[in-house]
C-alpha cells in the first residue's frame, strides 16, 4: 500500500508539471508562480543543461537535442497527435473490457458514447482545413471580420503566402499557410486552429473533459461496490443498507481505498490517470471559454497583453476626436465594406522608445490631440460582441 501511495503522488506531480510545461507561458500566467516554473522548466534547467554539456561533451548533446527540438516544435510531424492517440486508447482497452460486465445498461450507453464523441472531435479538428486562405477563397474571407485598427491593419500582406492579410488571420509558420481567424497552432491535433475547425476543437476538449471525469467516477464506483462487497455484503449479508466508510476513521479509509487499487489495478490505475489529468482538460476548456467570452483568441491575447505593457509604460495614446470608422476603404479589395454590429473611433499610436515616459511626453502629444492611454480598458475590442454572440461566431465554419 505503501507503494501504491507513492504512485499516486507521482502521478499527480507529473500532471501538474505537465500542466506548468504546456500552459504556463499563457498571458493569464505570465507573472504568476506559474509563469515562473514554466519559464524554470523551458529556460532556466536547458540553460544550466547546455552549460554541463559544453564542459563534458563540448556541446554534441545540445546540437541533437536542438535538432530534434527544432524537428518537435517547428515541423508539422505526428508524433504528438500518435502519443495521445496511444494513452487513450490503451486506457480504454484496459478499462471497458474489466469494467464492462460490472456496469447496468445505462452506464454501458453512456461508456459508448464518451467514448466516441472525442476520436469524431480529434478527426475533425485533424483533418479539417476550411480555415486555411488560399487566393481562391481571400475575398470571402476578407469579408468575415473588419479591421480593428489596433491589433489588425488593412493593406497587409504575408510575405511568405503573397496575400493581404484578413482581419484576425495570422501566417503559421509550422502549416505554412495563412489562417483566418487563428488561434493558434495545436500539436496535438497537428493542425492549426481558427474558424473553419475551433469549435471542433471545442468539442475535442470538452468531450475528453468529460470522458475522463466520467472514467474516474465509474472507477469510483466499481472500487466502491467492492469494497462494499468485501466489507459488508459477506460479513453482514446483503440486504443491510450500511455503508462500508461508516465508522471508519479518513485514515482507515484511504487504506482501503488503497487496498482497492491493487486488488483491481487496471481499473484503478485508469481511474488514477483520469483523475489526475481530468483538471488539464478542463482547465484548457475553461480557459478557451474565457476567450470566447472576452471576444478574442489565444493569438489576440498575446498581442494585447503587448498593448497592456506598452499602456502600463505610457506609451499608447488614443485620438478620441478620431471619426468611426466605417469599416470601408477605397480598396473594395483588400478592404471590403461590411456590416459589423460594432464599430470604434479609436485611433492608437504606440510610442515606443527606449527612455521612460515623461509629463512633457503627454503635454507635446496633447498639443496635437492625443490622450495617453491609462488602462486598457479604455480600448475598444470590436470583436467582442458579448458571450452569446460570441458563441455563435465559433460555429460559423466557412
Known amino acids: 500500500m505503501v507503494s501504491y501511495r507513492k504512485i499516486i503522488v507521482a502521478i499527480f506531480l507529473l500532471s501538474f508539471v505537465v500542466f506548468v510545461a504546456l500552459f504556463g507561458s499563457l498571458p493569464a500566467f505570465r507573472k504568476t508562480p506559474i509563469g515562473y516554473m514554466n519559464r524554470l522548466i523551458w529556460i532556466k534547467i536547458p540553460g544550466l543543461l547546455l552549460s554541463a554539456d559544453r564542459l563534458i561533451s563540448g556541446g554534441r548533446c545540445a546540437l541533437f537535442l536542438k535538432k530534434s527540438g527544432h524537428y518537435l516544435m517547428n515541423e508539422n ?9 496511444a494513452v487513450v486508447i490503451i486506457a480504454e482497452i484496459l478499462f471497458v473490457p474489466a469494467a464492462w460486465p460490472r456496469l447496468s445498461s445505462s452506464h454501458r450507453l453512456a461508456a459508448v458514447v464518451t467514448i466516441a464523441i472525442p476520436f469524431i472531435t480529434t478527426f475533425k479538428s485533424v483533418s479539417s482545413t476550411s480555415s486555411v486562405i488560399t487566393k481562391d477563397n481571400l475575398h470571402s474571407q476578407l469579408r468575415h471580420y473588419p479591421y480593428d485598427h489596433v491589433l489588425f491593419h488593412p493593406g497587409k500582406m504575408c510575405r511568405t503566402c503573397q496575400m493581404v492579410k484578413p482581419a484576425r488571420s495570422k501566417h503559421c509558420r509550422i502549416c505554412k499557410v495563412c489562417v483566418a481567424k487563428q488561434d493558434h497552432h495545436c500539436i496535438w491535433v497537428m493542425n492549426c486552429l481558427g474558424r473553419g475547425n475551433y469549435v471542433y476543437f471545442i468539442g475535442m476538449i470538452l468531450s475528453l473533459a468529460v470522458l475522463l471525469s466520467y472514467g474516474a467516477y465509474l472507477c469510483y464506483l466499481l472500487l466502491d461496490d467492492t469494497l462494499q462487497d468485501v466489507l459488508i455484503r459477506r460479513s453482514a449479508g446483503i440486504e443491510t443498507r450500511s455503508h462500508w466508510t461508516v465508522g471508519r476513521t479518513y485514515v482507515q479509509r484511504f487504506d482501503l481505498w488503497t487496498w482497492a487499487f491493487t486488488e483491481d489495478v487496471r481499473i484503478g490505475s485508469v481511474g488514477l490517470l483520469a483523475l489526475f489529468t481530468a ?29 497592456k505593457e506598452d499602456v502600463a509604460d505610457g506609451f499608447v495614446y488614443k485620438d478620441g476626436l478620431a471619426p468611426p470608422f466605417r469599416n470601408k ?8 465594406e461590411i456590416f459589423w454590429p460594432v464599430s470604434s473611433s479609436q485611433r492608437l499610436i504606440n510610442k515606443v522608445s527606449q527612455q521612460p515616459w515623461r509629463k512633457e511626453d503627454d503635454i507635446d502629444m496633447q498639443r496635437t490631440g492625443w490622450v495617453r492611454v491609462q488602462s486598457l480598458k479604455e480600448v475598444d475590442n470590436i470583436y467582442d460582441l458579448g458571450f452569446v454572440d460570441n458563441l455563435r461566431d465559433i460555429f460559423r465554419t466557412s
Open 77 to 85: 510531424h505526428p508524433l504528438v497527435l500518435i502519443f495521445y492517440m
Open 329 to 336: 476603404s477605397d480598396d473594395a479589395d483588400t478592404d471590403p
Open 279 to 307: 483538471p488539464l482538460a478542463w482547465g484548457l476548456f475553461l480557459y478557451h471559454v474565457y476567450l470566447i467570452w472576452a471576444g478574442t483568441t489565444t493569438n489576440e491575447s498575446f498581442k494585447w497583453e503587448e498593448w
